[in-house]
């Protein structure tokens, strides 16, 4: 069956540690997507990339960073310099240059700083 | 820039009560709507979507939603609600251009309670 694997499921940082967080996809989709969530926040858009090789910041890219070197793979790098990196990340996938297509979604990881 | 606001963050709600859960969206062009379901520690599940045409949409678990252009709303309604509708709910939308990410509200809890 054809979906989105984000691992790990849960993940915990150190303090001053970069960590990178899973995206694989099998849906033959060009698009992908970073966001995170928060209580009360809903979903925040991070990095989204609409084909191979090129990426797009989107409204808090501060202190992660991403890599798209493969179309089938969006990893996500939570890099030190984010100051509050606790949350749940979500990954999604659609088909490029469809406004009107939906998301799929991966099943998160839950990060945490210890 | 598109944005999205629900209108409520929580809503208890009794078994068998009908639900409304709220959502207005303010864009300065044409937009696809969404609502989508999250299940805790999961990602998100559509419910339904808005492209054009008939502006009561209907979706799955019973849920439907009517698209009201000249209020900018796309609220969710259920007439009768089940203990397993318990969730977050999140909205969400996309202006219609190639290349745009959806952008989410920041989520209704509904609480079903017997």
């Known amino acids: 069956d054809g979906g989105i694997t984000q691992s790990p499921k849960y993940l915990f940082r150190k303090e001053g540690q970069n960590v990178t967080l899973s995206c694989e996809q099998n849906l033959n989709h060009d698009a992908m997507y970073w966001y995170r969530q928060d209580p009360g926040q809903g979903l925040r858009l991070i990095y989204y990339?609409?084909?191979?090789?090129?990426?797009q910041k989107g409204d808090i890219a501060e202190g992660y960073s991403v890599s798209r070197e493969k179309k089938e793979s969006f990893p996500l790098t939570v890099t030190s310099a984010q100051k509050n990196p606790t949350a749940f990340y979500l990954c999604?996938?659609?088909?490029?240059?469809?406004?009107?297509?939906?998301?799929?979604f991966g099943s998160g990881t839950r990060l945490t700083v210890v | 820039a598109q944005s999205v606001t629900q209108l409520d963050s929580q809503v208890p709600v009794f078994e068998e009560a009908p639900v409304e859960l709220r959502c207005n969206y303010s864009s300065s062009v044409s937009v696809y709507l969404f609502w989508y379901v999250q299940y805790p520690n999961q990602g998100l599940q559509l419910l339904l979507k808005?492209?054009?045409?008939?502006?009561l949409v209907k979706g799955i678990n019973g849920f439907e939603a009517e698209f009201n252009k000249s209020q900018t709303s796309f609220h969710l309604r259920k007439p009768s609600v089940h203990i397993s509708d318990t969730a977050e709910y999140f909205c969400a939308v996309s202006e219609n251009q190639a290349g745009t990410a959806l952008i989410f509200g920041k989520g209704t809890t509904l609480s079903v309670s017997s």
């Open positions: 999604a996938s659609r088909l490029p240059g469809t406004a009107y297509q939906d998301y799929t």
């Open positions: 808005y492209l054009s045409g008939s502006t």
């Open positions: 990339s609409q084909i191979v090789n090129d990426f």
